[in-house]
């Protein structure tokens, strides 16, 4: 059992940063890889990056260079700096948890990131 709990969304300008941190709870959150989506109003929720046990990243093509994705272990904590946000980028985000080879199984309650143009 994991539970996930993200924090750092809130308003920022076209142009500017936000870090997003997912704190999760359990003994294994080591072996688990953990990803971010997010969910725009009126939109199905989208991928946006993942982080594996191993530490193994991947984007969605519209974040590549702008977001990136992080993981501290010892700390069970996984990060999503974000540069450069858009309006675009505006939604919930999630962060998700699932064991290697197996579907996302864990969620968080989500963060809102809000980018004004």
């Known amino acids: 059992q994991v539970q996930l709990e993200e924090s750092g969304g809130g308003l920022v300008q076209t142009g500017g940063s936000l870090g997003l941190s997912c704190a999760a709870s359990?003994?294994?959150?080591?072996?688990?890889?953990i990803g971010w989506f997010r969910q725009a109003p009126g939109k199905e929720r989208e991928f946006v990056a993942e982080i594996t046990w191993t530490g193994a990243k991947t984007y969605t093509d519209f974040v590549k260079g702008r977001f990136t994705i992080s993981r501290d272990n010892a700390e069970n904590t996984v990060y999503l700096q974000m540069n450069s946000l858009k309006p675009e980028d505006t939604a919930v985000y999630y962060c998700a948890a699932r064991p290697y080879g197996a579907t996302w199984q864990y969620w968080g309650q989500g963060t809102q990131v809000t980018v004004s143009s």
């Open positions: 359990g003994r294994t959150f080591n072996t688990y890889n």
